[in-house]
């Protein structure tokens, strides 16, 4: 996968994926979804990035399970990246991690909640690494651009990631419109079909999600002209330790994945 084609909207030819489990559970779980993840992206032809967590530092509770942590974490995504040669994305949360994290991942994820904290954009952007910007659920398409500007101070190589907006309490809903209002920053714009199909808090100590959506809100964004697709994907999403009501199952991604690329040809 060329990086620094797909860093550039202009430049884009083709579009890709972005998919792993929510947070880094274990060795064993890595392997086996970045495996399958692997095969399914050599059989489709589809380049695909592979998303996992080391820490969930917005977790509802103080009991949820936050991850690995940055040093196993890391180790973990640094082990896919040997053995499959696939990039990867991980979050962060303090601008301290940015320069630490960077020396193993392709690109630096940005958690929606934390969209517009200045520190934390300067840090990711100064590595020289790809910042994917996740949209804060509190924020309009529009109000993006300022983010972008924060960014692009020290970084053109920016993405941007749709994943719906607070509809009263407990509730997100996708405005397809913000694709191509985001896209007007010249810069890629994913959506993310799994988190947008989430319910936040819904749970009382954890988040819902409902995911039999997922499948419907990817396939509208592929048609809308979007430049990826950001699912988390899990071997058995009812046994998740995090997000699992808004992940789909790893056997089901390839199906989904060959629709995608077939509504991309059409659309694109």
Same mark, same amino acid.
């Given at each position: 996968?060329n990086l620094n084609? $797909?860093? =550039?909207h202009d430049?884009?030819?083709? /579009? *890709?994926?972005? @998919?792993?489990?929510?947070?880094l559970? #274990?060795?064993?779980?890595v392997?086996e979804t970045?495996?399958e993840?692997k095969k399914?992206s050599?059989? $489709?032809? =589809?380049p695909?990035f592979?998303?996992? /967590? *080391?820490?969930k @530092?917005n977790r509802?509770?103080?009991? #949820?399970?936050?991850g690995?942590?940055?040093?196993k974490?890391?180790?973990l995504?640094?082990m896919?990246k040997e053995?499959?040669?696939l990039?990867?994305v991980?979050?962060?949360?303090?601008p301290e991690?940015a320069?630490?994290v960077?020396?193993?991942?392709d690109?630096?994820?940005?958690p929606?909640?934390?969209c517009r904290?200045t520190?934390?954009?300067?840090?990711?952007?100064?590595?020289?690494k790809i910042?994917n910007?996740?949209?804060g659920?509190?924020l309009?398409?529009?109000?993006?651009?300022?983010?972008?500007?924060?960014?692009?101070?020290?970084?053109?190589n920016i993405w941007?990631?749709?994943r719906?907006?607070?509809?009263?309490?407990?509730?997100?809903?996708v405005?397809?419109?913000?694709?191509?209002?985001m896209?007007e920053n010249?810069?890629p714009?994913?959506?993310d079909?799994?988190h947008a199909?989430?319910?936040?808090?819904?749970?009382?100590?954890?988040s819902?999600?409902d995911?039999?959506?997922?499948r419907?809100?990817a396939?509208a964004?592929?048609?809308?002209g979007?430049?990826?697709?950001f699912?988390?994907?899990?071997?058995d999403?009812?046994?998740?330790l995090c997000d699992?009501?808004?992940?789909?199952?790893l056997?089901?991604?390839?199906?989904?994945?060959?629709?995608?690329?077939?509504?991309w040809?059409?659309?694109s």
């Open positions: 996968t084609t $797909l860093s =550039l430049a884009l030819p083709i /579009s *890709f994926i972005i @998919a792993g489990p929510c947070v559970e #274990s060795e064993s779980l392997l970045a495996e993840l399914i050599i059989e $489709l032809d =589809l695909l592979f998303k996992g /967590s *080391f820490d @530092a509802s509770s103080i009991n #949820s399970f936050r690995l942590g940055v040093e974490g890391l180790s995504l640094a896919v053995k499959f040669s990039p990867v991980t979050d962060i949360h303090l991690q320069e630490i960077a020396e193993v991942v690109v630096l994820q940005i929606a909640f934390l904290q520190d934390l954009l300067l840090a990711a952007a100064a590595t020289g910042v910007v996740k949209k659920q509190f309009s398409p529009l109000e993006m651009k300022n983010i972008v500007d924060k960014v692009k101070t020290a970084n053109h941007l990631t749709e719906g907006n607070s509809f009263g309490y407990n509730n997100l809903v405005d397809f419109r913000s694709i191509p209002i896209q010249k810069v714009v994913i959506l079909a799994t199909v989430q319910l936040p808090g819904a749970l009382g100590g954890s819902g999600g995911r039999q959506y997922v419907a809100l396939r964004a592929a048609a809308v979007c430049d990826g697709i699912l988390e994907v899990h071997p999403p009812d046994k998740a699992g009501a808004n992940s789909i199952a056997k089901d991604i390839a199906g989904l994945l060959k629709e995608l690329k077939a509504l040809s059409v659309c």
